[in-house]
């Protein structure tokens, strides 16, 4: 585990070394070629505020009004039926939605239950198992002004699920305490 | 699809408000939703720029075709429409690579010229390519080595062992990066028989 973390903290400034190394030995003009391609970062970013200022303004009243907690009640026990305990479940249907909204329960039931227990345990990997989908999403395709997206929510939501099915079912069977 | 989806949760969310008695907090939410976005998004022109700098030189140095080249065969699998040398396969490798180390700062910058240049071999189509989607389900699906995030979160909350979920994350996302790619598969495969009726 120690080196897994040095691996992370090495990975930026290691990437950043080698790259520029490389571009010594190749005689690239390394400091025009990163302004050229910054310049396009600047551009990108303001083009995607529109989409995200739509997208999280309709999250931000979905939760808001009080909604998106009625669904999570509406579907918690057919996730409880397959053996989520029902603390965990508002966390993998909320994941995908808003990140933040997902870290502060994660760090509610890490807090409450403590992280070495079997629901500390759960919202851990469940939490670190998906993703925010429709933040990507948004942002990924909003980049590129694309506004259709055909299967790829259905596809990218089929991941989320079944990356927290998995998380839920290794930490019921393999991990004991 | 997302136009439907849109108008669904802002018009389902305010006639709830309605009747639930949460107009207040609605009001709040929408320029406290609408601002926090303005936010990322500045906040995002750091590291796009950063990172699309990097890997500009990367790019004209010839690194980054030079490691594509090396992966080629794996991503090829993957992607099998993404022509040999093209940018678009450094972009795609460094950010899984950025992904599954959890930098997820990183990742997004080069997830972002990833879509872009898969968006030119899109040919001005105004639907997304199929490496688009399966680049997408990638993405979501996660692969990931270090969760930083959560071990962060763990240590805060005074973990015995905040790395133990590491392997079971591992397990867990490439499980879910499998059967998604599957997925994403049989149904490129469903409409390219629709397409040819």
């Given amino acids: 585990m120690e080196f897994l973390s040095l691996i992370s903290t090495w990975m930026i400034p290691g990437i950043i070394l080698i790259t520029l190394i490389y571009a010594i030995m190749k005689k690239t003009l390394a400091y025009e070629s990163f302004v050229i391609g910054g310049k396009e970062g600047i551009q990108i970013a303001v083009s995607i505020i529109p989409y995200l200022v739509g997208m999280m303004v309709a999250i931000g009243i979905f939760r808001a009004s009080g909604l998106m907690d009625a669904f999570i009640n509406l579907v918690a026990p057919l996730f409880q039926q397959l053996g989520i305990p029902k603390e965990v479940v508002p966390i993998a249907l909320i994941r995908p939605i808003s990140g933040n909204a997902a870290l502060g329960m994660t760090n509610d039931l890490l807090k409450i239950y403590g992280p070495d227990s079997l629901i500390g345990m759960m919202a851990s990997t469940v939490h670190a198992s998906s993703d925010t989908t429709f933040y990507v999403l948004t942002v990924y395709f909003g980049a590129i002004g694309m506004k259709k997206m055909g299967n790829t929510i259905k596809i990218a939501l089929f991941g989320d699920l079944v990356g927290i099915i998995a998380a839920i079912l290794l930490v019921i069977f393999f991990w004991n305490k | ?197």
């Fill in chain 2, 1 to 197: 699809m997302v136009n439907y989806f849109w108008i669904f949760m802002c018009v389902s969310g305010i006639i709830y408000a309605f009747f639930n008695g949460t107009v207040d907090q609605v009001n709040i939410a929408i320029f406290e939703s609408a601002k926090e976005s303005v936010s990322i998004c500045i906040g995002l022109i750091s590291v796009l720029v950063f990172w699309l700098g990097i890997m500009k030189v990367a790019e004209d140095s010839g690194l980054l075709e030079k490691i594509s080249k090396i992966f080629f065969p794996l991503i090829h699998v993957i992607f099998p429409e993404v022509p040999k040398k093209h940018p678009a396969l450094g972009y795609i490798l460094s950010n899984m690579i950025a992904n599954m180390f959890g930098l997820g700062n990183a990742a997004t910058p080069l997830g972002i010229k990833a879509m872009e240049e898969l968006n030119d071999l899109n040919k001005g189509s105004d639907s997304p390519s199929r490496s688009m989607t399966t680049f997408i389900a990638l993405n979501t699906a996660g692969l990931t080595i270090l969760p930083t995030t959560v071990i962060v979160i763990r240590m805060n909350n005074h973990a015995q062992n905040p790395t133990e979920i590491i392997g079971f994350v591992f397990i867990a996302t490439v499980i879910s990066t499998i059967l998604t790619l599957i997925l994403d598969r049989y149904l490129h495969n469903i409409n390219a028989k629709k397409m040819r009726r």
